[in-house]
């Protein structure tokens, strides 16, 4: 079976994803504790690479670019508040180029055929989860490898995401929830670090909102 890099943060998006390209793909999943103030999204990509059966799962330390980010954006300060809508403060500087810049590489080392994490059609306010900047990046990436491909040594590879092909948070949930059931409701999507989602911040109001268009009733704590 092909082998696929998958961006794994432990969220609704990312497992969802997972759980669409099972079948198709060996996964190899890839986490990053970037200085985030929501780290406990890292138990939660450990447990599911388990329950989901990852061929592989790294965690990847990259704390220092909280001190690059400084206080640019609300998600690795410490100073700024977490909005409860969108605001551009949201938007942490290239993160996806980042993170996938990393997973490719791993990728082109396994020969794997896809690189892919979970942006979707609701994504439209972060430039770098748009198709368009996949695209260039997954272009751009193959040319810096082009030697390697052309020789047999590599393979040519394509950056995928759900946005890629038009799906929705609320059908990529649909997809995730027919196979883990219940246990979809133990993903952390929140922005902070509590126990309990806050169910205040943006990305829990997204959460609700694609599981009441889902039409799931989601529970907490189970």
């Not at 609701?122 to 082009?146: M, Q, W």
């Amino acid at each position: 079976m092909k082998k696929a890099v998958i961006v794994f943060s432990g969220g609704i998006d990312s497992v969802c994803m997972v759980s669409h390209l099972k079948s198709k793909y060996d996964l190899y999943g890839i986490s990053f504790s970037y200085g985030q103030k929501a780290n406990r999204e890292i138990n939660s990509a450990k447990a599911f690479a388990k329950k989901l059966g990852l061929k592989q799962h790294k965690i990847i330390d990259i704390g220092f670019m909280k001190e690059l980010y400084g206080d640019s954006n609300v998600l690795t300060s410490s100073k700024r508040k977490i909005p409860s809508a969108f605001d551009y403060s949201i938007v942490v500087p290239i993160r996806n180029a980042v993170f996938l810049s990393i997973a490719s590489a791993w990728a082109y080392t396994l020969n794997a055929s896809l690189v892919a994490y979970g942006a979707h059609t609701g994504d439209k306010h972060y430039p770098d989860c748009r198709p368009i900047f996949t695209k260039k990046l997954e272009s751009a990436f193959n040319l810096g490898e082009i030697d390697g491909i052309n020789s047999g040594l590599r393979k040519n590879i394509q950056i995928w995401s759900p946005y890629r092909e038009g799906i929705s948070k609320s059908d990529l949930l649909k997809i995730g929830f027919k196979m883990l059931d219940d246990s979809i409701f133990k993903t952390w999507s929140c922005y902070s670090n509590q126990k309990f989602h806050c169910g205040v911040c943006e990305s829990c109001n997204n959460r609700k909102t694609a599981f009441q268009k889902a039409d799931i009733i989601e529970r907490q704590n189970i």
